[in-house]
């Protein structure tokens, strides 16, 4: 299974970017996905999961600027994020795991992708 992660880049405070996470190598069946980052110097930290049946949770720090969904057609989840500020810079990462309850530490997930970066500027 491999998960490839994109769609990062340099963008202004306020504005967008879609992340996009396609897996490959299996069928898609993970139970979770969640978006990670880390910035320099800092700890990876979850962002945003999504449940098998399209629940979705989010750190404080993104809710109501960032949308997590699946596309199981496509093998792919997108994190869209909206009103950028320069403190959301950061690598992001995308995760799968086959648990199906909720999970924040980073072990707690079976695959990674490699790593997108996201600079916003102010």
């Known amino acids: 299974v491999q998960l490839q992660a994109s769609g990062g880049g340099l963008v202004q405070a306020g504005g967008s970017l879609r992340l996009s996470c396609a897996a490959s190598?299996?069928?898609?069946?993970?139970?979770?996905i969640g978006w990670y980052r880390q910035a320099p110097g800092k700890q990876r930290v979850l962002v945003a999961s999504?449940?098998?049946?399209?629940?979705?949770k989010y750190a404080d720090s993104v809710k109501g600027r960032f949308t997590i969904s699946r596309d199981n057609a496509k093998n792919t989840v997108y994190l869209q994020m909206n009103s950028l500020k320069p403190e959301d810079t950061a690598v992001y990462y995308c995760?799968?795991?086959?648990?199906?309850?909720?999970?924040?530490?980073?072990?707690?997930?079976?695959?990674w992708g490699q790593g997108t970066l996201v600079t916003v500027s102010s």
């Open positions: 190598g299996s069928t898609f069946n993970f139970n979770a």
């Open positions: 995760a799968a795991r086959y648990g199906s309850s909720w999970a924040t530490a980073p072990h707690e997930y079976d695959y």
């Open positions: 999504i449940i098998r049946g399209s629940s979705t």
